[in-house]
């Protein structure tokens, strides 16, 4: 069974960083595209960043970019999101997300982090 177990949130001044990490266990995730995902109070969830396990590619939404790294530790299992000059509109819960490439519609979600950014 897939899991996915986010972990690194909290409470930052704006202009600070934060890495989150998302541990993946149940299967071996070769042939899968991970993303992060983030909520905020009152929006719709919104892609952040994503990659192929392989890290090959990789795709970051423009509010981040130049902020955000997406990056996998294939040794740990593990997908990071470095968070780098964060402002008050980063506030909102981080998910990952784990997409079969293989099988379109088949994902997976963790059950999230929360970040909020102080101004």
């Known amino acids: 069974q897939v899991q996915l177990v986010e972990s690194g949130g909290g409470l930052v001044q704006a202009g600070g960083s934060l890495r989150l990490s998302c541990a993946a266990s149940g299967r071996t995730f070769s042939n899968f595209a991970m993303g992060w995902f983030r909520q905020a109070p009152g929006k719709e969830r919104e892609i952040v960043a994503a990659?192929?396990?392989?890290?090959?590619?990789?795709y970051y939404a423009d509010s981040v970019k130049g902020r955000f790294t997406i990056s996998v530790d294939n040794a740990k299992n593990t997908v990071y999101l470095q968070m780098n000059s964060l402002k008050p509109e980063d506030t909102a819960v981080y998910y990952c997300?784990?997409?079969?490439?293989?099988?379109?519609?088949?994902?997976?979600w963790g059950q999230g982090t929360r970040v909020t950014v102080s101004s």
């Open positions: 997300k784990a997409s079969r490439l293989d099988a379109p519609g088949i994902d997976y």
């Open positions: 990659t192929s396990w392989s890290g090959g590619s990789t």
